[in-house]
């Protein structure tokens, strides 16, 4: 069974290093200004002569109040009319990038993320959904794949059923943690009434996927307490849910200054709240994923997996990834085809370019063929914990281990540790192995010693 874990202390201590998530390969980090618009109309021509489905990820960066742990590109702002400027300049974009692909290009997925989507008032979720399904392909059978993050706290009965009337059929909800003294801490009060009442809206409003973020290594938090809000959770019975680290990077985001880094959960504590939380949800019937993912065994993302059909792009776990990714709004990212590029992720260098009728692409990367083949190689790996030598070699036209013949002696020492299972075949993760999946990945990673560290979270 796939979701089986096997926690070794000793063997995290020692491969628990910072390294990126994977969302893509080459990452974001390697990202640089050499491409813009040319590269991205380029690949828009591809993709419509091929035909591609797409995916649409649509950022909405405001929010009324500061989280202070979070490092999302956002603007805080209890000026509702800020969102009006914005949303002009994104239906110009919608129609700019529209206007190079096919009508008959479909789209599968959809996702609205930021900030807070529901920051925006109905009638302006109305007028962006409008300028969507005019510019795209869009389904209306409810057989796509369309999410939207929820904030409870700017959510009710109204907004559900709007958003559900608008063709949203997933909703992902930030929660965090239900401690009071943690919420107080992180400037994030939200009460599990609150919570409970968007989730039973949305199984009242026939949402197919309900999903659950939680975040681990917050200040105040203790193994007790998260236990406790772990249980309520799972009473909720999300779906999928997201038990992400938290990753305290004062330096890099102003917002987790506020955090008083005293009271965060030593590194032996913050082990033990994971440990306790991966033996609460597989104890309920959640199947581990990955990468801080659980689902219930009947959710898509488990039935991918065992099929090993399961992808990853920069929407995290997906079934999607054979679609074309379409990034909309500041600091958006798209992947087309073997491109990457990112919008600006300054507001008013987004909004002052496309005032001008240009695209605000700032940056971005095209992958070259060994990008290609280390991609394949990470999502394999990642996604489905193993790795058939043979199917690398008959996409690429390689010899798998004359290629990477420098990484063996590592990839040795990880099977002797147990990590992974290696012979001249494949490459599987073991039980052990899988919440280090990251720090298998990182060995086939080209660009890794070139980096600073600093820049990622840290594995566990």
């Not at 909720?236 to 990753?247: E, H, I, K, T």
């Not at 013949?405 to 039980?431: F, H, K, S, Y």
Request: charged content about 25%; glycine content about 6%.
């Amino acid at each position: 069974m796939l979701d089986a874990i096997r926690w070794d202390t000793d063997l995290i201590r020692r491969y628990d290093l910072a390294g990126p998530r994977y969302t893509s390969y080459p990452t974001a980090v390697q990202f640089d200004g050499q491409v813009g618009t040319f590269d991205l109309f380029h690949a828009l021509r591809d993709s419509r002569k091929a035909l591609r489905p797409l995916s649409l990820y649509v950022h909405v960066p405001f929010c009324a109040n500061i989280c202070y742990y979070c490092a999302c590109n956002k603007v805080i702002t209890k000026d509702r009319g800020r969102a009006q400027p914005y949303l002009q300049r994104l239906e110009q974009e919608i129609q700019l990038i529209a206007c190079h692909l096919d009508p008959a290009q479909k789209v599968e997925q959809l996702h609205f993320g930021g900030g807070t989507p529901t920051f925006l008032s109905h009638d302006e979720l109305r007028q962006l959904m409008a300028q969507l399904r005019k510019s795209f392909n869009l389904l209306d059978d409810d057989s796509g794949d369309y999410g939207i993050e929820i904030d409870p706290r700017e959510a009710d009965w109204a907004t559900m059923g709007l958003l559900r009337e608008l063709g949203f059929n997933r909703v992902s909800i930030g929660l965090q943690d239900l401690d009071p003294a943690v919420q107080r801490a992180v400037n994030r009060l939200q009460s599990l009434e609150e919570t409970r009442a968007v989730i039973d809206a949305a199984r009242t409003l026939q949402f197919r996927s309900i999903n659950i973020d939680l975040i681990y290594g917050l200040p105040r938090q203790t193994p007790e307490n998260f236990a406790r809000t772990v249980d309520e959770v799972i009473n909720l019975q999300p779906d999928r849910l997201s038990v992400f680290n938290y990753a305290h990077l004062p330096e890099r985001f102003m917002p987790q200054r506020r955090i008083n880094s005293d009271e965060l959960p030593t590194p032996a504590q913050k082990l033990e709240i994971l440990q306790g939380t991966i033996e609460q949800l597989t104890q309920a019937g959640y199947r581990y994923i990955g990468m801080d993912h659980f689902a219930l065994p009947d959710d898509e993302l488990a039935i991918a997996q065992e099929e090993s059909t399961l992808q990853r792009n920069f929407q995290g776990y997906t079934t999607h990834g054979h679609c074309d990714l379409i990034g909309l709004g500041v600091s958006a990212i798209s992947q087309i085809g073997d491109l990457y590029c990112q919008n600006s992720s300054d507001l008013n260098q987004y909004q002052n370019t496309l005032a001008s009728a240009q695209l605000a692409t700032s940056r971005g990367l095209l992958c070259n063929a060994d990008d290609r083949l280390r991609r394949a190689v990470i999502q394999q790996l990642i996604c489905n914990f193993s790795l058939e030598f043979a199917e690398i070699e008959h996409a690429f036209n390689i010899d798998f281990q004359g290629y990477f013949g420098e990484l063996w002696p590592q990839l040795q020492g990880m099977a002797e540790d147990g990590l992974i299972e290696l012979d001249n075949e494949r490459i599987t993760v073991l039980p052990a192995g899988r919440l280090l999946v990251r720090s298998v990945c990182m060995v086939f990673d080209a660009y890794l010693e070139q980096q600073n560290r600093q820049r990622f979270s840290r594995v566990i």
